[in-house]
Protein backbone atom coordinates (compact mmCIF):
# COMPACT_ATOMS: atom_id res chain seq x y z
CA UNK A 1 0.00 0.00 0.00
CA UNK A 2 0.95 3.39 -0.43
CA UNK A 3 2.80 4.89 2.56
CA UNK A 4 4.45 8.06 4.05
CA UNK A 5 8.17 6.93 2.80
CA UNK A 6 7.53 8.49 -0.40
CA UNK A 7 9.80 10.98 -0.98
CA UNK A 8 9.70 14.14 -3.49
CA UNK A 9 12.36 16.72 -3.21
CA UNK A 10 11.12 18.76 -5.69
CA UNK A 11 8.15 19.18 -2.96
CA UNK A 12 9.88 19.54 0.08
CA UNK A 13 9.33 17.94 3.26
CA UNK A 14 6.85 15.47 3.98
CA UNK A 15 4.48 17.44 6.38
CA UNK A 16 1.33 15.33 6.66
CA UNK A 17 0.40 11.75 5.84
CA UNK A 18 -3.50 10.22 5.23
CA UNK A 19 -4.04 7.06 4.12
CA UNK A 20 -7.67 5.97 3.64
CA UNK A 21 -9.40 1.93 3.06
CA UNK A 22 -11.14 1.58 -0.29
CA UNK A 23 -11.08 -1.86 -0.20
CA UNK A 24 -15.10 -2.81 -0.38
CA UNK A 25 -16.12 0.93 -0.42
CA UNK A 26 -19.56 1.14 -2.24
CA UNK A 27 -18.72 4.62 -4.10
CA UNK A 28 -14.62 4.96 -3.77
CA UNK A 29 -14.55 7.69 -6.54
CA UNK A 30 -17.17 9.45 -4.42
CA UNK A 31 -15.28 9.25 -1.09
CA UNK A 32 -12.13 9.61 -2.54
CA UNK A 33 -13.02 13.19 -3.29
CA UNK A 34 -14.77 14.15 0.23
CA UNK A 35 -11.31 13.05 2.03
CA UNK A 36 -10.12 15.66 -0.65
CA UNK A 37 -12.14 17.86 -0.06
CA UNK A 38 -11.64 17.26 4.01
CA UNK A 39 -7.66 17.03 3.97
CA UNK A 40 -6.63 19.47 1.55
CA UNK A 41 -6.86 23.87 1.25
CA UNK A 42 -9.46 25.06 -1.14
CA UNK A 43 -7.25 26.50 -3.71
CA UNK A 44 -5.78 22.76 -4.09
CA UNK A 45 -9.06 21.05 -4.22
CA UNK A 46 -10.40 20.64 -7.87
CA UNK A 47 -7.23 19.79 -9.43
CA UNK A 48 -6.36 17.06 -6.52
CA UNK A 49 -10.10 15.96 -6.25
CA UNK A 50 -9.69 15.11 -9.95
CA UNK A 51 -6.62 13.20 -9.81
CA UNK A 52 -8.19 10.92 -7.08
CA UNK A 53 -11.30 10.57 -8.76
CA UNK A 54 -9.63 9.12 -11.97
CA UNK A 55 -6.84 7.08 -10.38
CA UNK A 56 -9.74 5.48 -8.25
CA UNK A 57 -11.68 4.93 -11.73
CA UNK A 58 -8.87 3.38 -13.26
CA UNK A 59 -8.61 0.95 -10.23
CA UNK A 60 -11.97 0.27 -10.27
CA UNK A 61 -12.05 -0.59 -13.96
CA UNK A 62 -8.96 -2.44 -14.94
CA UNK A 63 -8.73 -4.40 -11.88
CA UNK A 64 -10.66 -7.26 -10.25
CA UNK A 65 -10.08 -5.85 -6.61
CA UNK A 66 -10.75 -2.35 -7.41
CA UNK A 67 -9.08 0.44 -5.32
CA UNK A 68 -7.33 -0.44 -1.89
CA UNK A 69 -6.35 2.49 -0.70
CA UNK A 70 -6.25 6.00 -1.34
CA UNK A 71 -3.07 8.27 0.37
CA UNK A 72 -3.00 11.82 0.12
CA UNK A 73 0.69 13.08 1.46
CA UNK A 74 0.81 16.87 1.79
CA UNK A 75 4.35 18.50 1.08
CA UNK A 76 6.06 22.11 1.49
CA UNK A 77 5.00 22.64 -1.86
CA UNK A 78 2.32 20.12 -3.26
CA UNK A 79 0.21 16.77 -2.75
CA UNK A 80 0.86 13.28 -3.73
CA UNK A 81 -1.94 11.12 -4.48
CA UNK A 82 -1.38 7.54 -4.13
CA UNK A 83 -4.09 4.75 -5.22
CA UNK A 84 -3.04 1.17 -4.86
CA UNK A 85 -4.58 -1.65 -5.65
CA UNK A 86 -4.33 -5.42 -5.88
CA UNK A 87 -2.99 -6.22 -9.30
CA UNK A 88 0.83 -6.31 -9.49
CA UNK A 89 0.98 -5.52 -13.26
CA UNK A 90 2.74 -2.22 -13.14
CA UNK A 91 3.33 -2.60 -17.11
CA UNK A 92 -0.87 -2.20 -17.90
CA UNK A 93 -0.33 1.11 -16.51
CA UNK A 94 1.22 3.35 -19.67
CA UNK A 95 3.82 5.42 -18.94
CA UNK A 96 3.23 9.68 -19.02
CA UNK A 97 0.95 9.81 -22.22
CA UNK A 98 2.15 12.89 -24.68
CA UNK A 99 -1.05 13.72 -25.97
CA UNK A 100 -5.07 13.08 -25.72
CA UNK A 101 -6.42 10.09 -26.77
CA UNK A 102 -7.06 10.26 -30.78
CA UNK A 103 -10.34 9.99 -32.40
CA UNK A 104 -11.33 6.02 -33.05
CA UNK A 105 -11.65 6.68 -36.99
CA UNK A 106 -10.02 8.12 -39.70
CA UNK A 107 -12.42 11.26 -40.49
CA UNK A 108 -13.92 11.05 -36.51
CA UNK A 109 -13.57 14.01 -34.56
CA UNK A 110 -15.01 12.96 -31.71
CA UNK A 111 -12.49 11.84 -28.85
CA UNK A 112 -13.32 8.36 -27.53
CA UNK A 113 -14.93 8.80 -24.12
CA UNK A 114 -12.39 6.10 -22.31
CA UNK A 115 -8.82 6.81 -22.06
CA UNK A 116 -8.83 10.62 -20.87
CA UNK A 117 -8.60 9.73 -17.39
CA UNK A 118 -4.42 9.12 -17.08
CA UNK A 119 -4.45 12.48 -19.55
CA UNK A 120 -5.89 14.26 -17.22
CA UNK A 121 -4.14 12.92 -14.17
CA UNK A 122 -0.83 14.40 -16.11
CA UNK A 123 -2.26 17.52 -16.85
CA UNK A 124 -2.34 18.33 -13.48
CA UNK A 125 0.54 16.45 -12.27
CA UNK A 126 4.58 16.64 -12.78
CA UNK A 127 5.21 13.51 -12.48
CA UNK A 128 3.54 9.87 -11.99
CA UNK A 129 4.96 6.88 -10.66
CA UNK A 130 4.18 2.86 -11.11
CA UNK A 131 5.36 0.70 -8.13
CA UNK A 132 4.60 -2.87 -7.18
CA UNK A 133 3.95 -3.16 -3.29
CA UNK A 134 2.49 -5.87 -1.53
CA UNK A 135 1.54 -8.40 -4.21
CA UNK A 136 -0.52 -5.33 -5.78
CA UNK A 137 1.10 -1.44 -7.58
CA UNK A 138 0.58 1.68 -6.25
CA UNK A 139 0.37 5.00 -8.58
CA UNK A 140 1.18 8.03 -7.39
CA UNK A 141 0.86 11.70 -9.03
CA UNK A 142 2.42 14.42 -7.50
CA UNK A 143 1.12 18.15 -7.97
CA UNK A 144 2.92 21.26 -7.00
CA UNK A 145 0.47 23.92 -5.49
CA UNK A 146 1.16 27.45 -6.66
CA UNK A 147 2.58 28.93 -2.76
CA UNK A 148 2.52 25.68 -0.78
CA UNK A 149 -0.23 23.55 1.48
Do not use: W
Amino acid sequence: MPSADIAYPPLGALMDHHAFDLDGVRAPQQVAREKVRETCSKGAQDDIALVASELVGNALQHTDDGPLELTLDIYQRGMAVGVADGDPDVTAVPVRPAQPPAPAGAGDKDIPEGGRGLFLVDLCSTERTVEQRHGGKVITAFIPLAGGR
